[in-house]
């Protein structure tokens, strides 16, 4: 057996306890940037005429950092792509009713590349 002394002890109890609390804080603080960025998606259009490049990276950086479930994970185009110039194709989308998580963040990050990427054609 190894004797720690209870001064010590205490000291691990609460450097465990200051790393539990700034990762739910970190948790917490992520959870509200992306419902802020949900609110902005949705109440403030036009979007590209409102934000500007380096404010959609912003919004990039956070909602290309959910981790909702594995679907959604799953060819959300990343902050990389983004600024890449990369956009998706428009395609409509049958929701479908057998997934249960109703997180926007892919259809988000799709949305944000093609309003910010996609070329303007003057016809
Ligand atoms: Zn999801
Ligand atoms: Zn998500």
């Not at 001064?7 to 609460?14: F, R």
């Not at 380096?54 to 983004?82: F, G, V, W």
Request: include cysteine.
């Amino acid at each position: 057996m190894i004797y720690v002394p209870i001064e010590l002890q205490e000291k691990i109890i609460d450097y465990k306890y200051e790393i539990e609390h700034r990762k739910n804080t970190n948790n917490l603080l992520n959870k509200i940037k992306k419902k802020a960025i949900e609110f902005i998606y949705n109440n403030i259009e036009p979007f590209e005429e409102n934000f500007d490049k380096n404010q959609a990276d912003y919004m990039m950086s956070y909602i290309t950092k959910c981790n909702c479930c594995n679907r959604h994970k799953e060819k959300r185009p990343t902050l990389e792509d983004y600024r890449n110039g990369y956009c998706p194709e428009y395609k409509t989308s049958i929701i479908n009713l057998k997934y249960t998580c109703r997180c926007p963040c892919r259809h988000i990050a799709r949305d944000i590349c093609r309003i910010m990427n996609d070329e303007i054609l003057d016809i």
